[in-house]
């Protein structure tokens, strides 16, 4: 198993917002979310489904993203590999555009990128969990005392070594570049 692409916003949806915004997954309103998802899926034909666990709402699907929502934070998973993330221009650009436009929805203003498993970044997961309950502030300043500061640039995390690659950091995108 590889790491995957996460990424964290904070919001301030109650379960009614929420079922809300599943409800517009489902009638296409998000234009960058049903480009990726039809760039990247060769089927699509899963609607979003919330299901309600432990802690947290699930919105599965479709196929290739999913949302989780804590009371402050919402998870933005793919299944795209991290490393594909970090170093291919097209589906960095195709997903943050994704988290561009759930960040607005959100009228939050800032996403946090880590890898899903496998490094210290990906400790945020943790945070999201009733006992926990943290914020997306708090997970941003944990992050900078844990793993130390952001990097300049996406592409920065990356690091290729002889036989392998790793993952060294995450990055706050604030979207200087989007419109």
Request: hydrophobic share 35%.
């Given at each position: 198993?590889?790491?995957?692409?996460?990424?964290y916003?904070?919001?301030?949806?109650?379960?009614?917002?929420?079922?809300?915004?599943?409800?517009?997954?489902?009638?296409?309103?998000?234009?960058?979310?049903?480009?990726?998802?039809?760039?990247?899926?060769?089927?699509?034909?899963?609607?979003?489904?919330p299901?309600?666990?432990?802690?947290?709402?699930?919105?599965?699907?479709?196929?290739i993203?999913?949302?989780?929502?804590?009371?402050?934070?919402?998870?933005?998973?793919?299944?795209?590999?991290?490393?594909?993330?970090?170093?291919?221009?097209?589906?960095?650009?195709?997903?943050?555009?994704?988290?561009?436009?759930?960040?607005?929805y959100?009228?939050?203003?800032?996403?946090?990128?880590?890898?899903?498993?496998?490094?210290?970044?990906?400790?945020?997961?943790?945070?999201?969990?009733k006992?926990?309950?943290?914020?997306v502030?708090?997970?941003r300043?944990?992050?900078?005392?844990?793993?130390?500061?952001?990097?300049?640039?996406?592409?920065?995390?990356?690091?290729?070594?002889?036989?392998?690659?790793?993952?060294?950091?995450?990055?706050?995108?604030?979207?200087?570049?989007i419109?």
């Open positions: 198993m590889g790491m995957c692409f996460e990424a916003v904070g919001h301030r949806l109650n379960e009614d917002d929420i079922n809300r915004f599943c409800d517009e997954l489902n009638s296409n309103k998000f234009k960058s979310i049903n480009r990726f998802v039809n760039t990247y899926c060769s089927f699509n034909n899963t609607r979003v489904v299901d309600q666990l432990v802690d947290t709402i699930d919105l599965i699907g479709p196929n993203i999913s949302f989780m929502f804590s009371e402050k934070v919402c998870r933005i998973h793919s299944y795209i590999r991290w490393w594909e993330f970090l170093i291919e221009e097209e589906i960095q650009k195709h997903l943050r555009k994704v988290s561009f436009e759930i960040m607005n959100f009228n939050s203003s800032f996403v946090i990128y880590v890898p899903d498993t496998g490094a210290l970044e990906s400790y945020l997961i943790d945070f999201m969990w006992d926990e309950n943290k914020d502030n708090y997970m300043n944990w992050l900078q005392e844990n793993c130390g500061p952001p990097k300049t640039r996406i592409m920065d995390i990356y690091k290729q070594f002889d036989k392998y690659w790793g993952s060294d950091g995450y990055f706050i995108d604030v979207f200087p570049d419109k």
